[in-house]
C-alpha cells in the first residue's frame, strides 16, 4: 500500500525553486537499528542524537508534499518520504538504502511517495498500513537507546522473540509488556508464522489473515471458544483482565496452525490437482483439528467451510495428468502468489484488513449462528 499523495501548484512551484545542496553525513550517524521500527521513530533518535531539533531535521533531508502537514508526532503517525529524500537520508545516516529499507518497513518501496523530482516527504494524521507498536524495553536498553521508540506492525501487535514478550500499542500506564515465558506455545507460534510466510511469501501472509479473521470470529462468539484459551488467559493473570487486548496472544497458536492447514490446500487449488474427494478428506481433516481443540466441531467448522467458498476449486488442466512440480530453485519452490480473492494491494494493508473474509476481532460478525437439526448451521453473507 502507498502512503498518502497529493499536491497543491504552490507547494510544488515552491519545491522547484529551492536548489538542494548535497546531503552531508551527520556527525553522529552509526544509530543501532532496531528491526521493524518506524520512519519517525527511527529518525527522531537520530535527530536526538545528534541535538538538532525534531522539525528541522526533516526539513534537511526534504520539504513537506502539502502546506497544512507538518512533522508529526511519531508517537501517533508516521511520515513518508520519496525516492530523493530517502537517498537524502541515507547519505546524513551513512547506512545504504538497503539497509534502511530493511529495518524500515515504510521506507520500502511500496511505500514511497511517487515522484523523482525535488526531496518531499507526507506525514498523515495516521500511519498508513501500519500500527506502531512499542519497542520491547530489553531490546531498547541492550541498544542504548529510549524506550520511547515504535515499531511499523501490520497488527496492533507483536512479538520480540528474543525477550519472549508480547507487545502491543497501548499507551496508558500499566500496559507494560507481557512476559510469554510462562506461555512458550505463543512464541512458537510466532516463528511458526514468520517460517510460513518467508516460504510462502504473499499467499502465506493472505493464509495467516484469512485464519486470523477465523479465529477472531470464534472469539468473538463465546461458545465457540476452546478451553484451552481461558486457561492461557488465566495464567497471564492480572495482564489477562483486558480481553480484547489479550485476545490475539491468547488464540495465536490456534491461528497458526489454521493457517499451515489453510496453506496446503491454496497449494493444490492453485496447482488445479486438489479433486473434489480430496477436498473433502481436506475439510475432514480441519474438522478433527477443530474437534481436538475441543470446540463444537460442527459450528467452527462451519467457518473454514465458508471459507472455502472464496476459495473454490479450480478447473483441471486439459492435460490428463498433472504435470510433475517443477524442481526446487534456490528453496523458493513453495512460495504462493497472491492469487485471487486475494490482490497485492490488500496484502499490503494492515492485518485485520488483509483478508478476503469479513470477520473482525471484536466486532458483530455478517452471519448468523442458528441452531438446526443434527447440530447448527450459518445464514448469512459470505
Sequence with gaps: MTAARGSGSGTARSRRTKTWRPAKRLGLSKLAFIGGESTGSYTRRLADL???????????????????????????SDGYLNRTALERLAV????????????????????????????????????????????????????GTSPEAYLASDATWNVCLRHERWLDNRREA??????????????????????????LGAGGRAMFADAYAITSCWWNIPALNPPVWQAR???????????????????????????????????????????????RAWMEQVT????????????????VGI???????????????????????????????????????????RLGERSCLPWKLGEMITTELLPAPGGWSLRGRV
Excluded at 52 to 72: C, N, S, T
Excluded at 99 to 121: M, T
Excluded at 174 to 199: K, M, N, S, Y
Excluded at 289 to 301: N, Y
Aim: aromatic share 8%.
Design 288 to 303: 478433527h483439528l477443530v474437534g481436538s481443540w475441543g470446540m463444537p466441531v460442527a459450528e467452527a467448522s462451519s467457518l
Design 174 to 199: 500499566g500496559a507494560d509488556a507481557i512476559d510469554l515465558t510462562p506461555l512458550p506455545e505463543v512464541v512458537q507460534a510466532h516463528r511458526l508464522r514468520l517460517q510460513l510466510e518467508r516460504r
Design 307 to 349: 471459507w472455502t467458498l472464496h476459495h473454490p476449486l479450480l478447473p483441471w488442466p486439459r492435460r490428463t495428468r498433472p504435470a510433475a512440480a517443477p524442481p526446487p530453485a534456490h528453496g523458493r519452490w513453495r512460495r504462493l502468489p497472491s492469487a485471487a480473492p486475494h490482490t497485492d494491494q490488500t496484502l499490503e494493508a
Design 50 to 76: 545528534n541535538t538538532i531539533p525534531y522539525d528541522e531535521f526533516w526539513h534537511m533531508f526534504g520539504a513537506p508534499l502539502r502546506k497544512d502537514r507538518g512533522v508529526g508526532d511519531p508517537l501517533c
Design 92 to 143: 546524513m545516516s551513512n547506512r545504504p538504502v538497503a539497509q534502511l529499507q530493511f529495518a524500515l518497513p515504510n521506507l520500502r518501496s511500496h511505500r514511497l511517495l511517487e515522484g523523482d523530482g525535488p526531496p518531499v516527504w507526507d506525514w498523515p494524521w495516521d500511519a498508513r498500513g501500519c500500527f506502531l507498536v512499542r519497542v520491547c524495553a530489553l531490546c531498547a536498553q541492550s541498544r
Design 233 to 279: 488467559r488465566r495464567v497471564l493473570g492480572r495482564a489477562g483482565r483486558d480481553e480484547l487486548r489479550v485476545a490475539p496472544l491468547m488464540f495465536y497458536p490456534e491461528t497458526v496452525r489454521l493457517a499451515q492447514a489453510l496453506a496446503a490446500r491454496e497449494r493444490r487449488r492453485l496447482r488445479r490437482t486438489l479433486t473434489p474427494d480430496e477436498d
